[in-house]
């Protein structure tokens, strides 16, 4: 069972990043995924969830209308689109399966200028 994240990077405000999660070792498409993000000397806090089917989503409201998650379930992936990203997005970003509680390496973004 496995999580891998990427995409991460040095990003300015108000600038994007797509991050990926590539799942393997487990039937990825009965599962909803989520992300999770951790800024240094604060605790891991959820962002976003997608549904098995990706029919449903939710949000924390401080991504709320710039973040938007999505999955392809063929790939094995699940992705977070992230928009007009602000200096306190920065953070170590999760992949996350729900139910068993797997984890992914982390991936970092930082928004900075």
């Known amino acids: 069972v496995q999580l891998v994240e990427s995409g991460g990077g040095l990003v300015q405000p108000g600038g994007s990043l797509r991050l990926s999660c590539a799942a393997s070792?487990?039937?990825?498409?009965?599962?909803?995924m989520s992300w999770y993000r951790q800024a240094p000397g604060k605790e891991r806090e959820y962002v976003a969830r997608?549904?098995?089917?990706?029919?449903?989503?939710e949000y924390r409201d401080f991504v709320k209308g710039r973040f938007t998650i999505s999955r392809d379930n063929a790939k094995k992936s699940v992705f977070l689109q992230m928009n007009s990203l602000k200096p306190e997005d920065t953070a170590m970003y999760y992949c996350?399966?729900?139910?068993?509680?797997?984890w992914g390496q982390g991936t970092l973004v930082t928004v900075s200028s």
């Open positions: 996350h399966r729900d139910g068993g509680a797997v």
């Open positions: 070792g487990f039937p990825f498409s009965v599962f909803s």
């Open positions: 997608i549904s098995s089917s990706g029919g449903m989503t």
